[in-house]
Every structure is written in structure tokens, then in C-alpha cells.
T-cell receptor, first 114, second 113 residues
Framework: EPEVTQTPSHQVTQMGQEVILRCVPI?????FYWYRQILGQKVEFLVS????????KSEIFDDQFSVERPDGSNFTLKIRSTKLEDSAMYFC????????????FGPGTRLTVL | GESVGLHLPTLSVQEGDNSIINCAYS??????FIWYKQESGKGPQFIID?????DKRQGQRVTVLLNKTVKHLSLQIAATQPGDSAVYFC????????????FGKGTHLIIQP
């Protein structure tokens, strides 16, 4: 069964450093998402992406964040200058857009900012 | 602001019993609801969804009920198994072109042997 994959599973970085989190959505999907989950809290929406542009973003997704689909398979989230409060699980999700709204999630990347 | 929330943070049931997890939502414009299961260290796993034009939908051992009058959503799991132990989130899409899911805080379901 096709699934969303994410790399790395765990990323440790120093405050102020740039990080890039990578995702490979399900191959025939057209809509892509990033969410984050701070430890012990609920999952929060960051951004949605369709047709090579951002379609919706939350208040959390400020100028420090950016997304890109550099090729036909990868979808990345970049944080330019990480802060301590960026420490969280980051989940990528995708959906086909074909008569369904179901978003399928990847296993997540745990980001730890020191 | 409008949000999706859950009534109980933890629910403990005996293996083999049925469980009901509840969710209240406040956005009357929401038109799509989903239940996700999250096991420790993993991403949310889709369980079942329902649109606002329905009041009940059944899957394998799971049933979702939607009461739009009181803005209430529930997930029923029949004949619970140890593998059902997880945190369960309800989530919504508010419609009007919005695409991001709004998640509730989660209920931790514990299946006792």
C-alpha cells in the first residue's frame, strides 16, 4: 500500500540554524501539507500546497518557513533560522484530490532545537 | 476562536468491550470530519470520515456518528483489541475553500486485558 515517507526521522540542530525536512508524498497525489505537533499537544496545520504554490497557511507559518516541491516526488519544509519553540514533530500529508478529502500522513520528523 | 475539542483526555476499557470517543466542534460551517488514530511515535492514521450531509457512517468495527444539531461527533469502536490502544483525534475541515485540518486535543484510549 502506498504511503507518505519522511526523512530524517530525527533532526537535531542548533538554534539559528537552517533545517530542511523532506517528504515524499503518495505518488499520484496532488495536494500536500505540513503539520506540526508539539510534544503532548494536538496536531496543528502549517501549510497546504497545490499546483506548485501555497494554497493556505496558518498563523504559525511565518516568514521563517518555506515549502518547495523541487522535483516530481519530493516536498520540503525549510525553517530558515530555528528557534527553541520550533522543536516538535513535523508531519507531511498528502491527498489525491480525486473525489476525496482524506489526507494521509507520514511518520513524522522529530525536530529538536538546542 | 472556533475549534474542535474532545470531552475526555483518557478512556480506559476492557478488551472486548465497545468504546465511544466523543468530540465537540463549534464551527457550524464545518462540512467534513475525520477520525485519526495516533500510536506512540507515529503519524496520524486515517480511520473513518463523514461529511456533514450524513449522520452515520460505518467501517470495519468502527462507526462515526454526527449530530449537527448539537455539533457533536463520536467514534464507536466495537469489540476493542489491544491494538486499539492509541490517541484518537477528531479533525475537521471548515469548508469555504479551507483545506487544512483543524485537530482536537486527542483522547487516549487504553485497552485493559
Amino acid at each position: 500500500e502506498p504511503e507518505v515517507t519522511q526523512t530524517p526521522s530525527h533532526q537535531v540542530t542548533q538554534m539559528g540554524q537552517e533545517v530542511i525536512l523532506r517528504c515524499v508524498p503518495i505518488s499520484n497525489h496532488l495536494y500536500f501539507y505540513w503539520y506540526r505537533q508539539i510534544l503532548g499537544q494536538k496536531v496543528e496545520f502549517l501549510v497546504s500546497f497545490y499546483n506548485n504554490e501555497i494554497s493556505e497557511k496558518s498563523e504559525i507559518f511565518d516568514d521563517q518557513f518555506s515549502v518547495e516541491r523541487p522535483d516530481g516526488s519530493n516536498f520540503t519544509l525549510k525553517i530558515r533560522s530555528t528557534k527553541l519553540e520550533d522543536s516538535a514533530m513535523y508531519f507531511c500529508a498528502s491527498r489525491s484530490g480525486q473525489l476525496t478529502d482524506t489526507q494521509y500522513f507520514g511518520p513524522g520528523t522529530r525536530l529538536t532545537v538546542l | 476562536g472556533e475549534s474542535v475539542g474532545l470531552h475526555l483526555p483518557t478512556l480506559s476499557v476492557q478488551e472486548g468491550d465497545n468504546s465511544i470517543i466523543n468530540c465537540a466542534y463549534s464551527n457550524s460551517a464545518s462540512d467534513y470530519f475525520i477520525w485519526y488514530k495516533q500510536e506512540s511515535g507515529k503519524g496520524p492514521q486515517f480511520i473513518i470520515d463523514i461529511r456533514s450531509n450524513m449522520d452515520k457512517r460505518q467501517g470495519q468495527r468502527v462507526t462515526v456518528l454526527l449530530n449537527k444539531t448539537v455539533k457533536h461527533l463520536s467514534l464507536q469502536i466495537a469489540a476493542t483489541q489491544p491494538g486499539d490502544s492509541a490517541v484518537y483525534f477528531c479533525a475537521e475541515i471548515s469548508g469555504g475553500g479551507a483545506d487544512g485540518l483543524t485537530f482536537g486535543k486527542g483522547t487516549h484510549l487504553i485497552i485493559q486485558p
